[in-house]
């Protein structure tokens, strides 16, 4: 359980990074960009370890992973949230630039 807090933890001090020192006006998908990869790793990398190393939970696919993880209401889903919430705030401040050019 402590590689799903690292790889929160590690998504939301990128994602913070890029809200705060990226200028998002020059430049907006590049702040995109980074973020979604490296959001997508990290939820990712919680739905796999949610359900454990055997060889039939690793062949499910990730959408029954995903399943099971809100179904069990742990500490998984909070960090699911968590990386959502915050892949959330940087794309919104990434289009907002995007939306007044236009």
């Known amino acids: ?13 990128v994602n913070a990074f890029l809200l705060t020192h990226v200028d998002a006006a020059a430049n907006p998908w590049t702040a995109m960009i980074i973020s979604t990869v490296t959001s997508f790793y990290a939820a990712h990398v919680v ?3 949610s359900r454990g190393n055997s060889a039939e939970a690793r062949s499910r696919s990730v959408a029954s992973q995903l399943r099971f993880v809100v179904n ?6 909070f960090y699911l ?3 959502y919430i915050s ?3 940087v794309v919104c401040s990434s289009i907002w630039p995007l939306a007044r050019r236009s």
């Not at 359980?1 to 001090?13: L, Y």
């Not at 069990?72 to 889903?77: I, R």
């Open 87 to 89: 892949w959330t705030a």
């Open 1 to 13: 359980m402590q590689e799903h807090f690292w790889f929160t933890a590690m998504t939301i001090s």
């Open 81 to 83: 949230l968590l990386i």
């Open 47 to 49: 739905i796999e370890r």
């Open 72 to 77: 069990e209401k742990s500490g998984s889903l």
